[in-house]
T-cell receptor, first 113, second 113 residues
């Protein structure tokens, strides 16, 4: 599938590193999301962008910094992460606001050492 | 805050039997209820959804029922097959202008051949 793509698929980083996750959607959607998926927990919504404007920020630590340069691209910049930040980071997109189907990317499996 | 409870967390059924997964939501404004299937190492994918103006929706072996009064909705899979083995997530959302999706904790379904 090529609707929503994410790179890299796997990432190992030390606590002092800086890295970025990239998401791209080819569906013409105007909303993009970052989720964190940890074992035995519900999907946690981190950030939402609508038409490149951040509309949700769910008390996410400042070591995670999102960027949405246009409606097709979404980044998550990472710096000074903690081991507990290790998780699967999923990007999603939808046409419009809540009540619309979200389409997910394959995720980036992040391990923080 | 709003939440979605999902049960059971794990479910094992014999091939050919039916499987039922139940979710309860707390936000009475929720009016859109998607179900996602996530196979091991893959992205969550929408399998069926229902809006609050209907009580039941069916797509081949999959059906979803909604009880708005009780704030329950359920996923029913009939004639289960080994390829149905995956983690299933329910979610609740509304189209009132927010971008909020609340996900359940997931159910790991194992279909035993």
């Amino acid at each position: 599938e090529t609707g929503v793509t994410q790179t890299p698929r796997h990432l190992v980083m030390g606590m002092t590193n800086k890295k970025s996750l990239k998401c791209e959607q080819h569906l013409g959607h105007n909303a993009m999301y970052w989720y964190k998926q940890s074992a035995k927990k519900p999907l946690e919504l981190m950030f939402v962008y609508s038409l490149e404007e951040r509309v949700e920020n769910n008390s996410v630590p400042s070591r995670f910094s999102p960027e949405c340069p246009n409606s097709s691209h979404l980044f998550l910049h990472l710096h000074t992460l903690q081991p507990e930040d290790s998780a699967l980071y999923l990007c999603a997109s939808s046409q419009g606001q809540g009540g619309e189907t979200q389409y997910f990317g394959p995720g980036t499996r992040l391990l923080v050492l | 805050g709003e939440n979605v409870e999902q049960h059971p967390s794990t479910l094992s059924v014999q091939e050919g039997d039916s499987a039922v997964i139940k979710c309860t939501y707390s936000d009475s404004a929720s009016n859109y209820f998607p179900w996602y299937k996530q196979e091991l190492g893959k992205r969550p994918q929408l399998i069926i959804d229902i809006r609050s103006n209907v009580g039941e929706k069916k797509d081949q072996r999959i059906a979803v029922t909604l009880n708005k009064t009780a704030k329950h909705f359920s996923l029913h899979i009939t004639e289960t097959q080994p390829e149905d083995s995956a983690v299933y997530f329910c979610a609740a959302s509304d189209d009132s202008g927010t971008y909020k999706y609340i996900f359940g904790t997931g159910t790991r379904l194992k279909v035993l051949a």
